[in-house]
């Protein structure tokens, strides 16, 4: 099982980027998904999560009503687009599988696949 991920960059404060993360060697469709952050010297933590088959959705409060999270289960894709963009917001994001089918969750610890990481630079 990978998880790719890609779309990180540089952008100004206020601005948007989109992140997407293909999978593949499983059944997508049965697993819920998440993304997360790690800033340099920091823990890393839940940005977002999304269920099974798309219906629920969770957000860390720091980014709850500027990004939302999405997946196609027809292409085996979950994306997370970042809108008003903050300085605190520059991390390294990885998508992550979540370890039961069926399951969601916000811990590090409910995944067990994660991708390589995708850096996001917000300059002030």
């Known amino acids: 099982v990978q998880l790719q991920a890609s779309g990180g960059g540089l952008v100004q404060a206020g601005g948007s980027l989109r992140l997407s993360c293909a999978a593949s060697?499983?059944?997508?469709?049965?697993?819920?998904m998440g993304w997360f952050r790690q800033a340099p010297g920091k823990e890393r933590e839940f940005v977002a999560a999304?269920?099974?088959?798309?219906?629920?959705?969770y957000y860390a409060d720091s980014v709850k009503g500027r990004f939302i999270i999405s997946r196609d289960n027809s292409k085996n894709t979950v994306s997370l687009q970042m809108n008003s963009l903050k300085p605190e917001d520059t991390a390294v994001y990885y998508c992550?599988?979540?370890?039961?089918?069926?399951?969601?969750?916000?811990?590090?610890?409910?995944?067990?696949?994660w991708g390589q990481g995708t850096l996001v630079t917000v300059s002030s």
């Open positions: 999304i269920s099974w088959g798309g219906v629920n959705r």
């Open positions: 060697g499983r059944t997508f469709s049965n697993y819920g």
């Open positions: 992550a599988a979540n370890a039961r089918p069926y399951a969601s969750g916000r811990g590090v610890n409910d995944y067990n696949i």
